[in-house]
């Protein structure tokens, strides 16, 4: 066992841990289509891996000073599987670099969260405008180390969509099957030491990266409309 992981995270089901069918483009679609207008699980769903301690906004902050940010979680088909698209911030980004996220940033003035994901996506891997068919958004997740409230919206593409990374924004592009997020020997506790505080981190390890974060959360969130148990607590 790599040094610094703990044993693959328990999931809630007597058959172990592969314990779904492949997860099939079209009935991805059909569940999200009907479950993205019904209620959403929220923030229960998205804190099955946020990481403990959860950072918390600061004393006496002031809500209006929270920037707006977007994302788009976007599906498209390989081999009839389902799969997304997310992306590793590059080397130049600071705090951020090297992390995966959402295709996403800052929305403009006037923008909706739906056109500002999908301008986002047009600049940080060149998703051409047209090419994607959004089918809703996901709860808001607030990120406080960073000041930001992310919008994640989520959308379709009929075919594996042709992309390049942004020089300087994205380091490489990962296309991942949603039945590798379902697959509860990719999500392991990784320890982590930020700012000086120890954390339990809920990771996936797909596609050659480790995905943890608010990421994790947003992909907590889709993957129970997709009838993702989480992992036992």
Not at 120 to 128: D, K, R
């Amino acid at each position: 066992m790599a040094q610094g992981f703990s044993p693959a995270i328990s999931f809630r089901s007597p058959e172990g841990l592969r314990h779904f069918l492949p997860m099939l483009f079209e009935e991805a679609i059909q569940k999200l289509e009907r479950r993205l207008s019904a209620e959403l699980p929220g923030a229960p769903a998205q804190d099955r891996l946020a990481p403990i301690p959860r950072r918390n906004w600061p004393p006496g902050f002031n809500p209006a000073r929270v920037r707006h940010a977007a994302g788009l979680l976007l599906l498209f088909p390989e081999h009839d599987q389902a799969h997304i698209v997310l992306t590793v911030r590059a080397d130049s980004l600071g705090r951020h670099s090297g992390q995966v996220s959402l295709p996403g940033g800052v929305v403009d003035p006037g923008e909706t969260y739906e056109q500002a994901a999908l301008r986002e996506a047009h600049e940080e891997v060149g998703l051409s405008v047209g090419a994607a068919r959004v089918l809703g958004a996901l709860t808001p997740i607030d990120i406080p180390v960073s000041g930001f409230r992310l919008h994640p919206i989520v959308a379709v593409a009929s075919a594996r969509p042709s992309l390049t990374p942004s020089d300087g924004e994205v380091a490489r592009i990962l296309y991942v099957p949603i039945e590798d997020l379902l697959d509860a020997s990719r999500l392991r506790a990784v320890e982590r030491v930020r700012d000086g505080l120890a954390l339990s981190v809920p990771a996936f390890h797909v596609a050659g990266a480790e995905i943890w974060g608010a990421t994790a959360m947003v992909l907590a969130e889709f993957l129970t409309l997709l009838d993702w148990v989480g992992p036992a607590t």
